[in-house]
């Protein structure tokens, strides 16, 4: 079984900088797409950022310029680089992974953007 563990979420002043990182544990195979959605408080679950072990990403619009995703194939690891921090980015950031049909969730890590 898969599992995801992020680390890096906190607190952050405004303009700041945070680095997500996600391993991936349980599998030998290189994870098809990695990535992260988050939630902020009352509101759905949305899509941040992906990465194919191709290396092609996808933002949504609103962090697009300001945050970057990568990925370690070998160790199936996956960061998140978020500069320009703003208040609306506060949220749980949760790792996604995908396997063919086959997909996983971390358990989150909280982000709060706030002076």
């Known amino acids: 079984q898969v599992q995801l563990v992020e680390s890096g979420g906190g607190l952050v002043q405004p303009g700041g900088s945070l680095r997500l990182s996600c391993a991936a544990s349980g599998t030998i195979f290189t994870l098809n797409i990695m990535g992260w959605y988050r939630q902020a408080p009352g509101k759905e679950r949305e899509l941040v950022a992906t990465?194919?072990?191709?290396?092609?990403?996808d933002y949504t619009d609103s962090v697009k310029g300001r945050f970057t995703i990568s990925r370690d194939n070998a160790k199936n690891t996956v960061h998140l680089q978020m500069s320009s921090l703003k208040p609306e980015d506060t949220g749980v950031y949760y790792c996604?992974?995908?396997?063919?049909?086959?997909?996983?969730w971390g358990k989150g890590t909280l982000v709060t953007v706030s002076s």
């Open positions: 996604y992974a995908q396997y063919y049909k086959m997909s996983y």
């Open positions: 990465i194919t072990s191709g290396g092609s990403t």
